[in-house]
């Protein structure tokens, strides 16, 4: 699991400190009795609202939930943790604004890296291009738009 994973390459987060926020239909007690390791120093369990969390965030690392859309679309840049998966499973494998994909330890490191340069402005230059991409991600299913599944479903 990603929690396990996370606390494996904690070397890879230097100085900063993480808030980890589970999917709401995954409490920590289930993470933490199937989990090997206990929460490490520099970790913490985030108990405020989303909104207040994305306030004093520098960056979300998502698996698979929509926390990363949310995410840059406030202007916060996401990465990707396609760590343990099989499939792809990001629901934004389109977006290439303000959003990295990692592999393994070494990619998370670079990735943070390149957060940490970006500007100010080139981080609003990508939300709006973030929000764009969101707004036809979340646009109503129209004969158009829904044409491509049945083509590809006929093959």
């Not at 090997?36 to 979300?60: N, Q």
């Not at 949310?70 to 934004?92: F, K, T």
């Not at 957060?115 to 109503?140: D, G, H, M």
């Amino acid at each position: 699991q990603q929690f396990d994973w996370l606390v494996e390459n904690k070397e890879a987060f230097g100085n900063y400190r993480v808030i980890l926020r589970a999917h709401p239909n995954v409490p920590w007690e289930y993470i933490f009795r199937h989990s090997l390791y206990a929460l490490p120093e520099g970790f913490e369990i985030s108990k405020e609202e989303l909104k207040k969390e994305f306030s004093r965030t520098f960056c979300v690392l998502y698996r698979s939930a929509s926390i990363g859309l949310q995410a840059v679309l406030n202007g916060i840049p996401a990465i990707h943790m396609c760590v343990d998966l099989p499939l792809e499973g990001d629901p934004m494998y389109e977006l290439n604004q303000l959003k990295w994909v990692i592999h393994n330890s070494e990619e998370l490191r670079r990735a943070l890296l390149q957060i940490k340069e970006l500007s100010v402005q080139e981080k609003e230059e990508a939300r709006l291009k973030a929000a764009k991409f969101a707004e036809e991600y979340f646009s109503p299913m129209t004969e158009h738009r829904i044409k491509p599944f049945f083509e590809w479903s006929i093959r």
